[in-house]
Structure formats: C-alpha cells, structure tokens
C-alpha cells in the first residue's frame, strides 16, 4: 500500500465507527483526498484535533491503488485558520469557502491554482471574517480555475466589447451578450458591477477586498456568481442561505 506525503486544507469529516471519522482533504499534490482517521474519536487521540475542519496540515496517508478510501496515520498541523476561538459568523463563512472547493474539487485530480488560492483567501481574511468582496473574489476565482467561468468580455452575438459597459449573462449557453442582443433576457451586469469583474482577475486577494463593494454592483456580481455555481452544481451551496445572512445582518447594523 503506497504512503503519501502532502500538505492539505481539511474540508469536512464524518462519522465511521464509534472511534473512527472520514476525513476529506484537499492537498496541494493530490486534489481531493477522503481517508479514514483510526481512533480519530478517542479524546486523546492526537489525529482528532489535527483533523478539524479548514486545518492546513501536513498529513501521512496510505492509499491502495482503486480503493476510495485511504487511511491517514500521521497529521501535523501547519495552521488552523479558524483559531482556537471562532466566531459563529467566522466559522459560517469559512465553511461555505470549504463546500465551494468540495464540491468543485474531483477526488484525486490535482488543481494547484485552486489550491494556491484557497491558503491565499484564508490568508487575506486575516484575524477577521472575511469580507463579502473577498467571498466574491473567490467563488469567481474557483469557476475560472475549475473552467467554469464564461468569458464576458464580448457579445457572444455581435461580437461587441462590453467587459467597461453593461451586459447580460445567459448562463445556461454560457454566453454573455450586449443589451442590444439581449433583449432584457438574462442576469443584468451593469457598467460598475462589469468593471468590479475584470479587476477580480487583475488584483491580489488583499486589494481586491480593501476596495468597497457596493450595493447594486454587488448585487449583481452575488447574483451571477450564485447562478454559475448552482447551474453547474445542480444544488444551492447548504452553506449559502446561512452566508447571506450574515452580510444581510451586517447590513442592518
């Protein structure tokens, strides 16, 4: 049975046995990776506390070639991007970066970029929650790195540029066309919320969410990213209805 060796983000972990706990990882060197956890359970097994959720650990595992399940039996953490004290609203946003990347990620299939930018997000949060440009920033980010991510930039139908001006996003053809071609049919990007998404691609993770995101462009930037993320899912994100509201209850403050 071949051993690995790999650092990784823990995503999720379920319940085994009364002791035992699959866990699901995503590693820099094999893409996602699911492994049962022995005695992960028992209070003072050391796996259980490297193994909690948006943990970036070095991981030991074994994996038999064909097998869907390999066995973790060293884990060391590198950092818990939670901390040791999370707050409800940090652990909901975290989590909902955590079900973007598991449910994009195949299991065994290597995205280094997606990787990179996955540390990079939880980096830029910093000592708090990440804020909703940066929650933009990345589920843009992880479409264009999955291959997801129409290109916007021209009228599918004329061939106009629209990437400074207003257009309208078929997200079913994975087309965006001009307000001329569109007839009103299809989520409305206008002019500011258009400029915002070329300056994703072009800008860190930290600069992009040092700038304000205001209502409307935000609007439609939430609304797009929402609906390339659910038509290819085939599923709303469990995460996602939890995330709005708490932008919603920041709003009200």
Known sequence: MPNHNAEAVVLRQ??????DRIIVFFSREFGKIRAVAKGAKKPRNRLGGCLEPLNQIHVEFYAREGSELGRISRCEVIHSWLGSNPTPERMILFSYLGE????????????????????????????APPSEALVR?????????SGLMPNYDYCSTCSKCVKDFEFYAWVEAGQGRCADCAGKKGIHIRPDASKILRSIWELSPEQFASRPLTAVPGGDLERLSRKLLEWHLEKQLK???????????????
């Open 100 to 127: 973007i990347v598991n449910e994009l990620v195949d299991d065994n299939n290597p995205n280094h970029l997606l990787y990179r930018l996955f540390i990079s997000v939880l980096k830029a949060s910093g000592a």
């Open 137 to 145: 920033y990345f589920e843009f980010w992880c479409l264009k790195l």
């Open 239 to 253: 995460s996602l209805p939890a995330v709005r509201a708490v932008f919603a209850d920041r709003q009200d403050r």
């Open 14 to 19: 379920y319940s085994l046995s009364e002791a």
